[in-house]
Nanobody
Framework: QVQLEESGGGLVQAGGSLRLSCAASGRTFIRYAMVWFRQAPGKERAFVAAVSGSGGSAYYADSVKGRFTISRDNAKNTVYLQMNSLKPEDTAVYYC??????????????????WGQGTQVTVSS
């Protein structure tokens, strides 16, 4: 069992930056690909970014490519999402997630077993 806890959300003006963190419990964090999703009101949960267990591979949604960077510190059991040049359309609750087998399923949010409680990001225009 893995428990995930996000932090770092808040209110920021368009063009600003935020860094989200997701802290994971457990001693086998490196086994898990980690994924960020977001969900805006009235919309389906959407893939944002993912990073492999080693941190050597990263994947991004087209909407955030070039603005967001995902990284991880396996010594701290933490994955990060650095968000720059934020836009009002980035407003959403951001969640980190993982599959119990450590696998990466891309944007198929229903495949992931472990979820944090989410952190709100609000970007004002």
């Amino acid at each position: 069992q893995v428990q995930l806890e996000e932090s770092g959300g808040g209110l920021v003006q368009a063009g600003g930056s935020l860094r989200l963190s997701c802290a994971a419990s457990g001693r086998t964090f490196i086994r898990y690909a980690m994924v960020w999703f977001r969900q805006a009101p009235g919309k389906e949960r959407a893939f944002v970014a993912a990073v492999s267990g080693s941190g050597g591979s990263a994947y991004y949604a087209d909407s955030v490519k070039g603005r967001f960077t995902i990284s991880r510190d396996n010594a701290k059991n933490t994955v990060y999402l650095q968000m720059n040049s934020l836009k009002p359309e980035d407003t959403a609750v951001y969640y980190c997630a993982a599959d119990r087998g450590g696998r990466y399923y891309g944007s198929n949010y229903y495949e992931y077993d472990y979820w944090g409680q989410g952190t709100q990001v609000t970007v004002s225009s």
